[in-house]
């Protein structure tokens, strides 16, 4: 007679398998040595994000009317971490553009560029 949590594990494994067949496909799991298939199931739990996403979300945000300019600033730097611009300064200027674009109103607008 199997305990609760002999059951558990059991169906978790089978579950495992069940995934990683799926996403290891044409290649079946037994085909695989061990690190293959911790990778292979890491790739699927923690995905690389794509870059022309997160791109697209970090050129589409703005400030909102509620948040501060270092708050809105820290938020550009938080998205920019996943865009890959590269080198440092593309990186820093792109911040920058995308930060004098983004805000809100004019007001803080006349307050950062003086």
Not at 36 to 61: G, N, S, Y
Request: aromatic fraction near 8%; charged fraction near 30%; charge should be neutral.
């Amino acid at each position: 007679m199997w305990s609760d949590s002999k059951c558990s594990s059991e169906l978790t494994v089978c579950r495992q398998t069940s995934v990683l067949r799926s996403i290891s496909a044409p290649r079946k799991p037994k085909e695989l040595n061990f690190t293959e298939m911790v990778d292979t199931l890491a790739q699927h739990v923690d995905p690389k994000p794509i870059i022309i996403a997160e791109r697209h979300k970090f050129h589409k945000t703005e400030g909102e009317e509620s948040e501060t300019v270092r708050q809105y600033l820290a938020e550009l730097r938080k998205l920019a971490e996943t865009c890959e611009f590269a080198p440092y300064i593309y990186r820093e200027e792109t911040i920058r553009e995308r930060f004098v674009c983004g805000l809100r109103s004019n007001f803080r607008f006349a307050q950062v560029t003086g």
